[in-house]
């Protein structure tokens, strides 16, 4: 777990894992795969830091091929890339704006061409700003936040859908300001929450295809997206993240990617349309 997470700021989103203060866990030592995704190919968006690496590096060490989806950050794909072919797996990095329809096609053609096929879609890229009060949103703004974080999840799926064959599984990432709500993050709890509608809608049109859906909600994480969203606001906010929690602290991406690889594997064969809610134990009702 983060320990002594002090006062920080990044001043650029998508932050970078490199500034981070400590740095992150994404997979602990101690996890033992056993082979529960063997063979399988995964696309990640946001696979090259944060949450989407600790579930790349999850996927990798239970037996999959991992591509991530980025927007810019090159080091800490690399870096990813790096650690999932060290388990031993084939990694692939691609660098694109998911708030591009052309982008996420190409982005799903190369996983295809590159690993040998498509299995499991994690969706996971987002932009978080944290603003005050409604006023302060520009039209810019509000739309970034649409573009990135729902559009993207939709155009991803559209383009996964003819590669995904029954067994595949899509995992989108939501969050608890979905279900709680932020009054900071007005723009972003709204796409959260569209997520949701979306992972339910969608579970229900492809479970007939065999190809399960569903959500994780985690509470908060120590990634970048802390320090680079609420950092210039309050950098002691970052340092006090997760102090609200019955647990008290907030969770490393390392005690998330479990909950992708039982969503993605055939552990969770009866599992469609659900939220696993990963918060230390926050109530949430949904
Ligand atoms: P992160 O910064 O490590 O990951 C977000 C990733 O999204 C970045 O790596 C970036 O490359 C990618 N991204 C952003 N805009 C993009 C774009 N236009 N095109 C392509 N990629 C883009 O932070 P994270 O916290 O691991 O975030 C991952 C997901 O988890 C997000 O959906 C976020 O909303 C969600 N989440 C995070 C927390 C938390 O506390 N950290 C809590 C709940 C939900
Ligand atoms: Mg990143």
Not at 72 to 88: F, P, Q, Y
């Amino acid at each position: 777990m983060p320990d002594h997470i002090l006062p920080q700021s990044q001043d650029h989103q998508p932050g970078l894992e490199g500034l981070m203060q400590p740095k992150a866990e994404h997979i602990r030592a101690s996890y033992k795969g056993s082979g529960k995704l063997t063979g399988k190919k995964a696309l990640i968006s946001g696979g090259d830091s944060g949450i989407g690496r600790a579930a790349a590096l999850h996927f990798a060490r239970e037996g999959a091929d991992v591509a991530i989806l980025y927007l810019e950050e090159h080091e800490d794909a690399k870096e990813t890339i790096r650690l999932i072919e060290k388990e031993g797996r084939k990694g692939l990095a691609i660098a694109g704006d998911v708030s591009s329809s052309q982008t996420c096609n190409s982005a799903v053609e190369k996983t295809v061409k590159e690993l040998g096929g498509l299995d499991i879609l994690v969706n996971n890229a987002g932009v978080q700003i944290v603003q005050e009060e409604i006023s302060a949103i520009s039209d810019q703004e509000w739309q970034k936040h649409m573009d990135t974080n729902i559009n993207g999840y939709f155009y991803l799926v559209r383009a996964a859908l003819p590669h995904l064959a029954k067994g595949s599984a899509i995992i989108n990432t939501s969050s608890i300001n979905a279900f709680a709500g932020n009054k900071a993050l007005l723009a972003y709890s709204t796409t959260k929450a569209a997520e949701m509608g979306f992972t339910r809608a969608l579970a229900l049109q492809l479970v007939s295809k065999g190809i399960r859906v569903n959500a994780v909600a985690p509470g908060p994480i120590w990634t970048p997206l802390q320090p680079a969203s609420w950092g210039p606001v309050d950098p002691q906010s970052v340092a006090d993240l997760g102090k609200d929690t019955p647990m008290g602290r907030c969770g490393d991406p390392s005690e998330l990617g479990p909950a992708y690889v039982y969503l993605a594997s055939n552990d969770a064969s009866f599992v469609t349309g659900q939220t696993l809610h990963v918060n230390g134990g926050m109530i949430i009702n949904g």
